[in-house]
């Protein structure tokens, strides 16, 4: 039988990007900004104008890609679909050139079991060859040869054009068949 060959985005699927951005936006700022108020919308449309490049600035921080928290059961579901499937790391790295190296020892440091040879970064996630697509941001999906399938995050929670999984314990359930 064909094992599967499944993509898997990095930032707001197995990195939790936001809760990092929502920390900063607290220091930064001194006021909480929840995550709830950021449904159907991007970051950027939930603050005030003022305040926006600041917010962009956030990425460009020394460090910022590396000190990311793991989204739960991230790790886990990934080691064990290494298992049953090719699985591939694909994140958009280009618009952060200095990101490759946080990136990379991100991935080391929650995933040291993953092989090298299988992390692509690039721009255009068309280029990737798989069965399968998880990613947060549908407009990777639009040339994608594959099956986009879409990651919850509060900015696509009005996305319904893919199907979608709300955690990685669905992930697991969709892939390896168990909880």
Not at 104 to 129: A, Q, T
Not at 148 to 160: M, S, T, V
């Amino acid at each position: 039988m064909k094992r599967q060959r499944i993509a898997i985005d990095m930032d707001e699927v197995m990195a939790d990007t936001l809760a990092k951005r929502l920390a900063i936006y607290r220091t930064e700022f001194g006021e909480e900004l929840l995550r709830e108020s950021l449904h159907g919308v991007d970051i950027y449309d939930a603050i005030s104008e003022e305040r926006r490049e600041a917010v962009r600035a956030q990425l460009f921080i020394p460090g910022f890609f590396r000190e990311i928290p793991v989204m739960e059961g991230a790790a886990e579901t990934i080691r064990d679909l290494l298992e049953h499937h090719e699985v591939f790391i694909a994140t958009a790295a280009m618009e952060y050139p200095h990101s490759f190296t946080e990136k990379y020892g991100w991935i080391k440091e929650h995933l040291p079991f993953f092989p090298d040879h299988n992390i692509v970064f690039c721009g255009d996630k068309s280029i990737i060859h798989a069965d399968f697509l998880i990613d947060d941001s549908p407009r990777h999906f639009e040339r994608f040869a594959g099956q986009g399938i879409l990651f919850d995050a509060p900015h696509n929670a009005k996305e319904d054009r893919y199907p979608r999984v709300g955690n990685w314990s669905e992930v697991r359930m969709r892939f390896l068949g168990e909880p």
